[in-house]
């Protein structure tokens, strides 16, 4: 699996827009790029997943340049209640059972 | 519930002590997943199951970790003669069918502690 690169934390305030990059340079021609949101004392949770150019739905949006070495997940008017763990993950979709999480990044949100 | 369901929530067990935790996917899921998911960590895999036939269990971390789900449904993990190395929380998820791009869904995990 390739390996991801995230920030550890980031934080924000309530409002505004949050966008983590995640660099994946080792990327496979079949790999997606998913991203997961981890509550407290939760199991993370599938936000939005992507194989280029850019994904939206109503979490989040994400956004993969054309070499697709990096991908930035953007949350839109944050408040209090997103403060998580968001985690990025590149794979294969016959593999991706079995997700590899890595450390991810902790978003805290501030009113 | 609609969720998958984890059983129990927490369990603090004695150094040497067996401990079962249990699994309720979501019902009709065909896939089932453990990971295990140390403090300020992210989850790592430890074994799939596809129906009742479990297809990967390379990361299962000792042959003390036996997991199985006889019926295709409800799954135990279990973890004999526990070492303080084992305290983490185990987490469960459940998929419709072979994994292939399906959302995969997790459960709130069981906390272990072992003292």
């Known amino acids: 699996l390739a390996k991801t690169t995230q920030p550890i934390s980031m934080d924000s305030y309530e409002g505004q827009e949050v966008n983590i990059t995640c660099s994946h340079n080792?990327?496979?021609?079949?790999?997606?790029i998913t991203w997961y949101q981890q509550f407290p004392s939760q199991g993370p949770r599938f936000i939005i997943q992507g194989y280029k150019t850019k994904v939206t739905n109503e979490v989040a949006s994400l956004f993969i340049p054309a070499d697709r070495k990096s991908s930035t997940l953007s949350l839109p008017r944050v408040s209090l209640s997103d403060t998580a763990v968001y985690y990025c993950?590149?794979?294969?979709?016959?593999?991706?059972?079995?997700?590899?999480f890595g450390a991810g990044t902790t978003v805290t949100v501030r009113a | 519930g609609a969720g998958v369901s984890q059983s129990p929530r927490y369990k603090v067990a004695k150094r040497g002590q067996d401990v079962a935790l249990r699994c309720d996917p979501i019902?009709?899921?065909?896939?089932l997943f453990w990971y295990q998911q140390a403090l300020g960590q992210g989850p790592e895999f430890l074994t799939y199951?596809?129906?009742?036939?479990?297809?990967?269990k390379s990361g299962l971390p000792s042959d003390r970790f036996f997991a199985e789900r006889p019926e295709g449904s409800v799954s135990t993990l279990k973890i004999q003669r526990t070492q303080q190395e084992d305290s983490a929380v185990y987490l469960c998820?459940?998929?419709?069918?072979?994994?292939?791009?399906?959302?995969?869904?997790f459960g709130e995990g069981s906390w272990l502690t072992v003292v």
């Open positions: 998820a459940s998929s419709l069918r072979d994994s292939r791009g399906d959302t995969i869904y």
């Open positions: 199951f596809q129906n009742e036939a479990q297809l990967d």
């Open positions: 080792n990327i496979a021609t079949n790999d997606y």
């Open positions: 019902s009709g899921h065909v896939s």
């Open positions: 993950l590149v794979g294969a979709r016959s593999n991706d059972y079995k997700l590899s």
